[in-house]
């Protein structure tokens, strides 16, 4: 088999880079708590990171009034952001991505969270400076429309067979897929081993650890 060779690393942001999953989780079940509305369990509530925030809202309490979704998304955001949560990056993140931008790589972000909310967690992390051009669902559509992908991959010049995709949900799978570009799975966030499998990935990691000493022996 060809060992590939890749220039432009995109990554997902929540739970690929930051360990934020049973957070987002939370804070789902308790928006829904808030407005008297039905509970997800855990697995409804995972599923649906990564999306944009009112199409995940769509998901998890089907067949409400518009309005209803925009109730959600503060009630959300008010638990997302509660001061007392301490959410931090995955271990070893920050030194991978400042080896890779050592190695020549084009670091970027594609993500479900809105722009002012991946800028706020870019500050909170320092990490901001590290990445060449993000994609949020302010500027793009919703995952898996490959939309996000697509402009990054003509932004930096690159061709998609030269781009990966690093996520750990099948919208970020399935995005790389429609997109053309190949995709490493981390199962180590929102969606199980099994569902990412399912779409066979060009490769699939127990986590960010794992992905990061398959990356450091490619050639560059």
């Known amino acids: 088999m060809t060992t590939p060779v890749f220039d432009l690393l995109v990554f997902d942001w929540d739970g690929t880079l930051m360990d934020s999953?049973?957070?987002?989780?939370?804070?789902i079940q308790r928006a829904c708590a808030s407005l008297d509305l039905p509970v997800p369990d855990h697995r409804s509530a995972a599923y649906v990171i990564g999306l944009?925030?009112?199409?995940?809202?769509?998901?998890v309490s089907p067949g409400l009034p518009e309005a209803r979704y925009a109730d959600m998304v503060d009630a959300y955001r008010r638990f997302f952001f509660d001061p007392e949560d301490d959410v931090q990056l995955f271990a070893g993140v920050a030194d991978a991505l400042c080896h890779y931008r050592e190695q020549g790589y084009f670091l970027a972000i594609a993500t479900g969270k809105s722009r002012p909310g991946l800028d706020r967690v870019l500050e909170q992390?320092?990490?901001?400076g590290l990445f060449d051009a993000t994609r949020t669902v302010n500027e793009c559509a919703s995952k898996p429309d490959p939309q996000m992908l697509?402009?990054?991959t003509r932004y930096f010049g690159v061709d998609a067979g030269r781009t990966l995709m690093v996520g750990d949900t099948t919208h970020d799978l399935l995005m790389a897929q429609n997109a053309r570009v190949p995709a490493a799975g981390l199962a180590q966030g929102a969606h199980p081993h099994e569902a990412l499998a399912a779409l066979s990935p060009l490769k699939l990691f127990s986590g960010f650890g794992e992905f990061?000493?398959?990356?450091?022996?490619?050639p560059r």
């Open 125 to 128: 992390t320092g990490i901001a």
């Open 21 to 27: 999953t049973a957070h987002i989780v939370r804070s």
């Open 212 to 218: 990061d000493s398959w990356l450091r022996q490619l």
């Open 52 to 59: 944009g925030l009112t199409d995940a809202m769509r998901h």
């Open 150 to 152: 697509d402009e990054l």
